[in-house]
């Protein structure tokens, strides 16, 4: 599928590195979201924007710094991360109308491993 | 607030045996209710949805899906399973957000 895309697909980086995830949508949706799957955990999500606005910040520590420059494109800014922030990074897009959230579509995700 | 239970966490089935997943939401309105399907390293892909009408709803890949009111479940069935169909399943709920099961991890012997 190439409605949701990410780069880069696999990311090692040093706990000391400054790095940066990309996600971009094709599908004309108006919200972008940031999820965290890790190993024998659920879904946990990270952040979600709705027309470049950020409407949910779940609790994301602060070395995750999202980015909404426009309603197709979402980044994700690292920096000083810890092992424990080694995960699957999923990007979704979806239309929310009338506060309501209909399907969501993901990309493929990065796969990020802190060293 | 909204929940998903799904139940099992691993199930094993043979290849061309029936697939019933089991999923239980909690949501205080009409529930918008998905299936996802993940293969490892890669993102979800939605398998179907509901909104509303017909309880029986069809999605890619033969699999199917089933709304009951009544039991709060939104189970997913394939009457014959592939090996391919070897993946973790996701139920999802939405209403002002879209919350997720833990998944159920699928194994198909052979």
């Known amino acids: 599928e190439t409605g949701v895309t990410q780069t880069p697909r696999h990311l090692v980086m040093g706990m000391t590195n400054k790095k940066s995830l990309k996600c971009e949508q094709h599908l004309g949706h108006n919200a972008m979201y940031w999820y965290k799957q890790s190993a024998k955990k659920p879904l946990e999500l990270m952040f979600v924007?709705?027309?470049?606005?950020?409407?949910e910040n779940n609790s994301v520590p602060s070395r995750f710094s999202p980015e909404c420059p426009n309603s197709s494109h979402l980044f994700l800014h690292l920096h000083t991360l810890q092992p424990e922030d080694s995960a699957l990074y999923l990007c979704?897009?979806?239309?929310?109308?009338?506060?309501?959230?209909?399907?969501?579509?993901f990309g493929p995700g990065t796969r990020l491993t802190v060293t | 607030a909204q929940s998903v239970t799904q139940p099992d966490i691993h199930i094993t089935v043979s290849e061309g045996a029936s697939l019933e997943l089991r999923c239980n939401y909690s949501?205080?309105?009409?529930?918008?209710l998905f299936w996802y399907v993940q293969s490892p390293g890669q993102g979800l892909q939605l398998l179907l949805k509901?909104?509303?009408?017909?309880?029986l709803v069809q999605g890619i890949k033969g699999f199917e899906a089933e709304f009951k009111r009544s039991q709060s479940s939104f189970n997913l069935r394939k009457p014959s399973v592939h090996w391919s169909d070897a993946a973790e399943y996701f139920c999802?709920?939405?209403?002002?957000?879209?919350?997720f099961g833990a998944g159920t991890i699928l194994r198909v012997k052979s």
């Open positions: 979704a897009s979806s239309q929310e109308l009338a506060g309501r959230t209909y399907e969501q579509y």
């Open positions: 509901y909104f509303s009408g017909d309880t």
């Open positions: 999802a709920v939405g209403g002002n957000k879209l919350v």
């Open positions: 924007y709705n027309f470049k606005e950020q409407t």
């Open positions: 949501y205080g309105a009409t529930p918008y």
